[in-house]
């Protein structure tokens, strides 16, 4: 539960597209979040959360900046992943598609990062229960 495994990593480019145009997302600095729920069963091989990570050229041209942003990112999500999984199963929130996307020009602190973490799970959790799911339109 400690490891972000491949399956829970987002790289279909087809799901990234989907998550790009019609997710839902709000900025708590110094990441846009970007989600969308799949609405697919919870299984046994698919993780409740497939988690995309990026960082534009445009603000790190060097890729060592780049790779350093990304994997402070990762691993601040793989230390708030077990909270995460937690309370989405406490709303019986459906499996998600995540983009976390680092907006700022400045290489990210740690200790920042994971208190902006915090917010970030507490922001997704409430956007995700007062959200109402597609059955509900039907």
């Not at 992943?81 to 199963?89: A, G, I």
């Not at 994971?114 to 059955?135: A, G, Q, Y």
Request: aromatic share 8%.
């Amino acid at each position: 539960m400690n490891t972000l495994s491949k399956s829970e990593r987002l790289n279909s480019r087809k799901q990234i597209s989907l998550l790009f145009s019609e997710g839902q997302g709000f900025v708590c600095f110094p990441y846009s979040v970007r989600w969308m729920r799949v609405g697919e069963e919870p299984s046994s091989e698919m993780p409740p959360v497939r988690v995309l990570v990026t960082v534009t050229k445009r603000r790190f041209k060097h890729a060592v900046d780049r790779n350093r942003v990304k994997r402070v990112t990762r691993e601040c999500y793989r230390l708030h992943k077990v909270d995460l999984y937690q309370r989405l199963s406490e709303i019986g929130a459906e499996p998600l598609l995540l983009s976390l996307s680092y907006i700022d020009s400045q290489l990210p602190d740690f200790h920042q990062s994971m208190k902006r973490f915090d917010t970030i799970v507490e922001r997704l959790i409430k956007e995700l229960s007062h959200e109402p799911s597609p059955e509900d339109h039907k």
